[in-house]
């Protein structure tokens, strides 16, 4: 792994695509840039952001509230990526965190993403940001549009599929991570298409082109949690999320295909 930063350029690392992060097509899934966006953030952490590993070793965090990944192309095995990371802007108590992916070998550009956290002290508290984190990044890459199409409110009989939260969905934080909340709703776009769904023919079966996430409540071992998906309709098709445990909304997502 290489990591390089100077005063123009993001924070950036090179790897390699994994065998073990492919799905059945042999494709880098949605939910795995997910968790490439997230390595950039704690890599960025850790390399620049010293003073920020010491407050987390008090107890304060980071909570994801949202994210936005748009997919331009695709990723197999043992493809050379670089991840650039950057702070888009911040508030009192958010931040806002930029990432791209380019091929190292021709530096084209197959996806970039945002991702919304808040600052939370010992008490889960939002707090204020420590002053390492007060100022964004500026002169770095233009970002493609990653505003979400609108999100209608669920219908009365949507498609629903259910899921049991496992040990092994958690993060260190106690809570399902927040990539797998995208391969809930990918594995119920998938059911749900091939039951027509969203339209005749599979409509909505494709490759993930663009994802919106909403984290609203933690979800965390053993939990039920109950996935409804209904089409929302445009072009590209926009299909609409929500995650419910009992009656309490946990996220809610927009995805095109």
Do not use: C
């Amino acid at each position: 792994m290489v990591i390089t930063r100077n005063i123009v350029n993001p924070f950036n690392i090179v790897f390699n695509s994994r065998g073990y992060e492919l799905d059945a097509e042999g494709i880098v899934p949605a939910h795995v840039l997910l968790r490439y966006m997230e390595h950039l953030r704690w890599e960025y952490t850790r390399r620049d952001l010293r003073e920020l590993v010491a407050l987390f070793r008090q107890g304060y965090t980071f909570v994801v509230v949202s994210q936005a990944l748009r997919i331009s192309g695709d990723i197999g095995l043992a493809i050379p990526i670089r991840g650039n990371l950057w702070i888009g802007r911040t508030g009192r108590s958010s931040i806002v965190f930029q990432h791209t992916f380019h091929h190292v070998d021709n530096g084209e550009l197959f996806a970039a993403g945002s991702t919304v956290v808040v600052f939370l002290a010992p008490d889960n508290v939002p707090t204020r940001l420590p002053d390492i984190l007060e100022q964004a990044d500026t002169d770095l890459p233009m970002m493609p549009d990653l505003t979400p199409p609108e999100f209608t409110e669920m219908p009365p009989a949507p498609f629903e599929r259910s899921y049991r939260v496992r040990t092994g969905d958690l993060d260190l934080q106690g809570h399902m991570n927040q990539a797998n909340y995208a391969a809930f709703y990918d594995d119920t776009r998938q059911a749900a298409a091939g039951q027509n769904v969203y339209g005749p023919d599979g409509a909505g079966i494709g490759r993930i082109r663009f994802l919106h996430l909403d984290y609203v409540r933690p979800a965390t071992t053993g939990e039920k949690l109950v996935v409804a998906t209904w089409p929302i309709g445009g072009k590209p098709l926009s299909l609409g999320f929500a995650m419910h445990r009992n009656d309490a909304l946990i996220s809610r997502a927009v995805i095109q295909a």
